[in-house]
């Protein structure tokens, strides 16, 4: 008899910061490298930071509203209340980095790379993945209206005790994607489930979508 298929979860890694210094934000600018700097109840609204390095870095109660982060990394990076109605980090790399107690509006990651990454606590609006490379990604007790995941490459992501209002996956790739905690409203672009794990429950919830995804007509 064959194995039973089993979903693998993310593998996220301990961030452990050394000792910090504060930032000198006046003196940010784009393509910049900043190492080990703490950044607290600063202002980064409307500041072009693209291309720009953060590692080992920290940044709590930040307001980002409209900052331009396109291209930027984030290292072995702690991000604790984050707030910005719109965010532009296009094309972003994120590695070992949390996210947590957090609310984004707008936020553009399409073409980004995010690999051991956690997200906790945090009221998402639209989220743009679209095109991304996820591995090793854990979403817990989130509140997503709108996840844009069309065309994304996913391994080993997973949705703890997360609501996601409309999640698009049309032509995503994935593996290791556990959908089971996820209190789902709509889906987009069903063949793009493929490689995901649902609940019985959720695919009986579902049923009358996937049949008029597949044309079917259901008489009783």
């Known amino acids: 008899m064959a194995p039973t298929p089993r979903t693998l979860a993310p593998r996220i890694d301990r961030i452990r910061l050394p000792e910090l210094i504060d930032a000198d934000v006046d003196s940010l600018e784009p393509h910049d490298s900043r190492d080990a700097e703490s950044f607290a109840g600063v202002d980064l609204v409307g500041r072009d930071l ?7 870095c920290a940044f709590v109660d930040v307001s980002a509203h ?3 982060l396109r291209s930027a990394t984030f290292l072995d990076t702690v991000i604790e209340r984050l707030n910005a109605p719109i965010l ?3 094309r ?3 590695r070992d980095v949390s996210l947590d107690s957090s609310r984004l509006g707008s936020a553009e990651f399409y073409d980004a790379s995010w690999q051991s990454v956690h997200i906790a606590n945090c009221k998402l609006g639209f989220v743009n993945l ?3 490379h996820l591995k090793d990604v854990l979403f817990t007790d989130c509140t997503i209206d709108e996840l844009d995941l069309g065309g994304v490459k996913a391994d080993r992501v997973s949705f703890a005790g997360t609501r996601i209002g409309t999640i698009d996956l049309t032509h995503a790739e994935l593996k290791n994607v556990d959908l089971r905690a996820v209190d789902l409203r709509r889906i987009v672009g ?3 489930l493929k490689g995901a794990t ?3 429950e959720q695919v009986a919830e579902l049923a009358a979508l996937f049949a008029d ?3 079917i007509t259901v008489e009783d």
């Open 130 to 132: 679209r095109g991304a």
């Open 50 to 56: 693209q291309g720009t390095t953060f590692s080992e």
């Open 213 to 215: 995804q597949l044309g």
């Open 190 to 192: 069903l063949p793009g």
């Open 66 to 68: 409209e900052a331009d």
């Open 92 to 94: 972003s790399r994120f």
């Open 88 to 90: 532009s980090a296009a």
């Open 198 to 200: 649902l609940t019985s």
